[in-house]
């Protein structure tokens, strides 16, 4: 069964900083490409960035100030979030992802197909 549990989200001020992690069990984690997602109130999912194969890909939103990676050994996805707005105030969820990089544009871009992800941690970004 796969299991997915995040944790490090809390309540930060505009411009701090977090670290949430994931830890997987249930599956070869170091075979599959990992995402973060996030859903902000009234909003639908939102893909954040994903890791694979060791290369990193970002949403255009948290470009510069948010960092992924893995450790596999511990079966562990981080997400390292910097210069935090309110922008950035969503419940954050880790998930296997199954989709590709298109490289017909000007630059690679990942295109995600994301499933399996957990029960979320909240992130709040207010003053």
């Known amino acids: 069964e796969v299991q997915l549990v995040e944790s490090g989200g809390g309540l930060v001020q505009p411009g701090g900083s977090l670290r949430l992690s994931c830890v997987a069990s249930g599956f070869d984690f170091e075979n599959y490409a990992m995402s973060w997602v996030r859903q902000a109130p009234g909003r639908g999912l939102e893909w954040v960035a994903v890791?694979?194969?060791?290369?990193?890909y970002y949403a255009n939103s948290v470009k510069g100030r948010f960092t992924i990676s893995r450790d596999d050994a511990k079966k562990t996805l981080y997400l390292q979030l910097n210069k935090l707005t309110t922008e950035d105030t969503a419940m954050y969820y880790c998930?296997?992802?199954?989709?590709?990089?298109?490289?017909?544009?000007?630059?690679?871009?990942?295109?995600?197909?994301?499933?399996?992800w957990g029960q979320g941690t909240q992130v709040t970004v207010s003053s």
């Open positions: 890791v694979n194969s060791g290369i990193p």
């Open positions: 998930a296997k992802d199954f989709g590709h990089v298109d490289f017909s544009g000007p630059y690679p871009k990942w295109l995600p197909r994301y499933k399996d």
